[in-house]
């Protein structure tokens, strides 16, 4: 069954703006990553958090995890044009490696 | 590029027609999955291969089948597809035990869009 909820559903930003983007789960986790989805493509990955910590940052992302509230964040800061996409939160639970629960996505759509 | 191919792109197919979908992979990773997408909806695991072990999701109709025949390449096979099984499947690896990639990252392929009519 879906692992997680994210919101909100869709976003609308203008370029420069920052977008956040939350994900809830339900389940202990080792594990939480965020991926990106170009309309109609693979999936990419942008990073990962493991469960003992709590922020992490890459480039222009940061990601925050609150396991006593199960609950993730993504931040993408002074956001382009190209960071048009769904963005998806998944989770590794512990004891099932490498297996991946999606939440529901978020759309981001940015304008110039 | 070390990457992750699926062919076809696009596959029409006609209802209860059976249906091969491929992936291959020049990453050497140990572990090649599954993924069912359909329309604004999340990714969903159908089943795995770790090497040659195959693991089945619990709720993966008997309809789905999966082949690995070597490191390289996953087949798909939907042996009876109905209207319901129209979706993107998109194939992921992950994992090299030799180079001790990560098996967390899964690496994914640009996926396959199939119609049922």
């Known amino acids: 069954s879906q692992q997680g909820e994210e919101d909100p559903q869709a976003l609308s930003i203008q370029e420069g703006e920052n977008a956040t983007m939350n994900c809830s789960y339900k389940?202990?986790?080792?594990?939480l990553q965020w991926y990106r989805q170009n309309s109609g493509r693979g999936l990419v990955h942008l990073i990962l958090i493991r469960s003992n910590e709590r922020e992490k940052h890459s480039g222009r992302l940061r990601v925050t995890l609150d396991t006593s509230k199960k609950s993730s964040s993504l931040l993408i800061t002074a956001s382009r044009a190209a960071d048009t996409a769904s963005y998806f939160c998944?989770?590794?639970?512990?004891?099932?490696?490498?297996?991946?629960?999606f939440g529901t996505g978020t759309r981001l759509q940015v304008t110039l | 590029d070390a990457m992750v191919i699926q062919n076809p792109r696009y596959q029409v197919t006609q209802f209860g027609k059976p249906v091969t979908l491929s992936c291959s992979q020049t990453?050497?990773?140990?572990?090649m999955y599954w993924y069912q997408q359909k329309s604004s909806q999340a990714p969903k695991l159908l089943f795995h291969?770790?090497?040659?072990?195959?693991?089945n999701e619990a709720d993966t109709p008997d309809n789905f089948q999966s082949r690995r025949p070597n490191t390289s390449f996953c087949f798909l096979d939907i042996r009876s597809p109905g209207l319901g099984d129209a979706a993107m499947y998109l194939c992921?690896?992950?994992?090299?035990?030799?180079?001790?990639?990560?098996?967390?990252?899964?690496?994914f392929g640009p996926g396959t869009r199939l119609t049922v009519l």
């Open positions: 389940t202990s986790i080792n594990n």
């Open positions: 291969y770790y090497d040659k072990d195959f693991n």
């Open positions: 992921a690896t992950s994992g090299n035990r030799k180079t001790r990639s990560s098996y967390n990252e899964q690496f």
């Open positions: 990453l050497n990773h140990n572990v």
């Open positions: 998944a989770t590794v639970r512990d004891g099932t490696a490498s297996k991946l629960t």
